[in-house]
């Protein structure tokens, strides 16, 4: 189960950027973003990551200022990556 959750994130560089960068504290979808990867990607993969349940909005009902956190699922999973890369 660990390995096909794994996979899902590391499938794709925006969703690993995202889980790593929260790895670091809550941030919103403008902190996210950067040259390479723009907001309104970093939104769309937050709601996907949301929905999976590895990502959390603090504050749903603020329109403008979502701010989002890791889940207890997704913090697993980066224990269990730094594990097997160690």
Same mark, same amino acid.
């Given at each position: 189960?660990? %390995? +096909?959750?794994? %996979?899902?994130?590391? +499938?794709?560089?925006?969703?690993?950027?995202?889980?790593?960068?929260?790895? %670091?504290?809550?941030?919103?979808?403008?902190?996210?973003?950067?040259?390479?990867?723009?907001?309104?990607?970093?939104?769309?993969?937050? *709601?996907?990551?949301?929905? *999976?349940?590895?990502?959390?909005?603090? %504050?749903?009902?603020?329109?403008?200022?979502?701010?989002?956190?890791?889940?207890?699922?997704?913090?697993?999973?980066?224990?269990?990556?730094?594990?097997?890369? +160690?």
């Amino acid at each position: 189960m660990m %390995n +096909k959750e794994l %996979n899902y994130i590391l +499938k794709s560089e925006i969703r690993f950027h995202i889980i790593l960068q929260l790895k %670091n504290g809550i941030k919103t979808p403008k902190e996210l973003s950067s040259k390479k990867f723009y907001l309104s990607h970093i939104s769309t993969n937050l *709601k996907e990551l949301e929905n *999976k349940n590895y990502v959390i909005c603090v %504050n749903p009902e603020d329109r403008k200022n979502k701010k989002y956190s890791l889940t207890k699922k997704s913090e697993e999973i980066l224990n269990y990556l730094h594990k097997i890369t +160690k």
